[in-house]
């Protein structure tokens, strides 16, 4: 079993996460995480507890994205069983792994480039605004100088 997870947007996109056990021992601690994934074996039966607090920054709300990754136990071989389908069967379930692998991967790549791609249009809109607000100063100036060496050429008379 395992959980992923990524703080999509919200302050200093940061939280606590704590995965406990059915007997509510901790397995998994960590405090102030952008990102993160971890993988235990389920060694006890019963429901745990993944737990994320955003206790720290009470006033800016997160949205947090996660995906919890549970894996079926591996089914006894039976008796009637060759060893070439022993090994098949073997086969099947190595790419079986292989490929859910792949998919959580893909899964998790997903989610960052979302939150990446939030702060890169967040980014470019600051760095329009701030383009605009120079070219609107420097057309100013320009103005500004314009006048003011209209003024200085100016001839004026004296009566």
């Not at 021992?25 to 994934?37: I, K, P």
């Not at 993944?50 to 709300?61: E, G, Q, R």
């Not at 947090?64 to 069967?89: G, N």
């Not at 600051?126 to 209209?150: D, H, N, P």
Request: a negative charge; charged letters at 30%.
């Amino acid at each position: 079993a395992g959980l992923s997870f990524e703080v999509a947007e919200g302050g200093f996109l940061d939280v606590d996460v704590t995965l406990r056990d059915p007997a509510g021992g901790v397995l998994y601690s960590a405090n102030q995480e952008t990102e993160g994934r971890f993988r235990f074996s389920a060694s006890i039966g019963g429901n745990y507890i993944f737990c994320f607090s955003n206790a720290m920054s009470t006033v800016t709300p997160k949205v947090l994205k996660f995906k919890m990754i549970v894996i079926a136990p591996k089914e006894a071989d039976s008796a009637d069983m060759t060893d070439e389908d022993k090994k098949i069967k073997s086969m099947i379930s190595d790419l079986r792994n292989q490929l859910r692998e792949v998919k959580e991967e893909q899964d998790y790549m997903e989610i960052r480039d979302t939150a990446h791609s939030e702060i890169n249009k967040n980014t470019n809109r600051r760095v329009v605004i701030w383009a605009f607000f120079e070219f609107s100063l420097l057309l100013c100036m320009t103005l500004g100088q314009i006048y003011y060496i209209k003024r200085f050429f100016e001839v004026r008379r004296v009566i």
